[in-house]
């Protein structure tokens, strides 16, 4: 094996499924529904996925929008307490079918959360039957894994489409710069933040 060569083709592969997202209606409505919340953002996947709808809460938390994520097997013994109605669900599953994020969004509907947005790509997705809005990954999506079984592409989607959402509601909302500093105050964009507002 040709190691370098092996590897610009994995980055290629993971390129080439981000460039073929395509970005339908359903992108503006689930930004829309996130920008009119009046409560917070769940965010929810397992695995992989999981990951993905974590990283989207800490970038949603620090960007003015108030969101959390919960793990969805731990929904159903309780963490499901954190959510009202007014909350907005994000739930991750490529397959759709992962039976912990389905079980939690049909258990959010007993509490009254019929705000939901799903991130999946099989046509067969379980989650297109309990969300809303329904941001499609693409149904050919392929893997650069030569097991065809490691998600690399696919993950790269989600990070794609999840940081799409919330840099496009950053600037739906106008945030600015001094508000970012003030929700993240340490580290490196920390110190550049307090810069701006000393100068």
Not at 38 to 65: C, D, M, R
Not at 106 to 135: M, N
């Amino acid at each position: 094996m040709d190691i370098k060569t092996n590897m610009m083709t994995i980055i290629r592969k993971e390129a080439e499924a981000v460039a073929a997202i395509r970005v339908t209606d359903a992108f503006v409505e689930a930004v829309e529904c996130l920008r009119d919340c009046t409560g917070k953002v769940a965010t929810t996947g397992i695995g992989k996925a999981g990951f993905i709808a974590h990283k989207l809460a800490a970038t949603l938390s620090s960007t003015g929008t108030p969101a959390v994520y919960i793990h969805p097997a731990e929904a159903g013994h309780g963490d499901l307490g954190l959510l009202t109605p007014d909350d907005c669900i994000v739930a991750f599953s490529t397959s759709g079918k992962s039976n912990e994020v389905v079980d939690m969004l049909k258990i959010s509907e007993q509490l009254g959360i019929r705000k939901a947005i799903g991130v999946t790509s099989h046509v067969d997705s379980r989650l297109r039957d309990y969300c809303q809005i329904i941001l499609d990954m693409g149904p050919d999506i392929e893997e650069p894994c030569p097991l065809n079984l490691t998600p690399s592409a696919t993950i790269a989607v989600m990070h794609a489409i999840s940081d799409a959402v919330a840099l496009t509601l950053l600037e739906l909302k106008g945030f600015t710069r001094e508000e970012y500093g003030k929700r993240h105050h340490r580290g490196y964009l920390g110190s550049i933040t307090r810069n701006d507002q000393a100068s």
